[in-house]
């Protein structure tokens, strides 16, 4: 079974602090991708890597950055954190470019900004 | 124009019914079609995926395609009080990205 998992479930920050999220998937995939999820609002794509090293933005990049060191890990960073951040944060990998595949989630983290 | 649209519900449905939840897109290009399901504080897990016009069954879930119209449906029959649930539909345009509707919320009614 494919495991992605999130550093947190819960996190609680304060406004203009630096953020990381964590995501480590162990199925070898090639593409990882970043989400948000807010009531009313969806699932929305902040930004996704196809191989490592590599990223592109999603549909909401603004406020965030990426780094993919290693293939099996994915960081979300919130560079200075603003309260219009606070959300559900998921995680989400897929096998490899060139086929469309499933998307698999992790537990998603649960962030604060106060 | 949203990209894919859902109603919200909430979907109410009694027992051992027939639950349809529709979903319509804009893009005439997109390929692939999947629902995902997500329980309440819990992340989505995916159901069905359909790529060709037409119906898809697994078990009690059939998804529905229709490229013309550029609807994609899922019916869960003999509904049960464990798939009480919000349902993500997601289409794909290019081979890496989906796109997701907002989800429409379903409760089956014991």
């Known amino acids: 079974d494919v495991k992605v998992t999130q550093s947190s479930r819960y996190l609680v920050k304060r406004t203009g602090e630096k953020v990381f999220l964590e995501c480590v998937q162990d199925?070898?995939?090639?593409?990882m991708f970043w989400y948000r999820q807010d009531p009313g609002l969806g699932l929305r794509l902040i930004y996704f890597?196809?191989?490592?090293?590599?990223?592109e933005k999603g549909d909401i990049p603004e406020g965030y950055s990426v780094s993919r060191e290693k293939k099996e890990r994915f960081s979300l960073i919130l560079e200075s954190a603003s309260t219009n951040q606070t959300s559900m944060y998921l995680c989400?990998?897929?096998?490899?470019?060139?086929?469309?595949?499933?998307?698999?989630f992790g537990p998603g983290t649960r962030l604060l900004v106060l | 124009q949203k990209e894919v649209e859902q109603n919200s519900g909430p979907l109410s449905v009694p027992e051992g019914a027939i639950a349809s939840l529709n979903c319509t897109y804009s893009?005439?290009?997109?390929?692939?079609f999947f629902w995902y399901r997500q329980y309440s504080g819990k992340s989505p897990e995916l159901i069905m995926s359909?790529?060709?016009?037409g119906d898809k069954e697994d078990g009690r879930f059939t998804a529905q395609l229709n490229k013309a119209s550029q609807y994609v449906s899922l019916l869960i029959r003999d509904s049960q009080p464990s798939d009480s649930a919000t349902y993500l539909c997601?289409?794909?345009?290019?081979?890496?990205?989906?796109?997701f509707g907002t989800g429409t919320r379903l409760t089956i009614i014991p």
């Open positions: 989400a990998s897929s096998l490899g470019p060139g086929a469309v595949e499933t998307q698999y």
């Open positions: 199925m070898d995939h090639e593409n």
């Open positions: 890597s196809y191989d490592v090293k590599m990223k």
């Open positions: 893009d005439r290009g997109s390929q692939s």
């Open positions: 359909i790529y060709s016009n």
């Open positions: 997601a289409v794909s345009q290019t081979s890496e990205k989906l796109t």
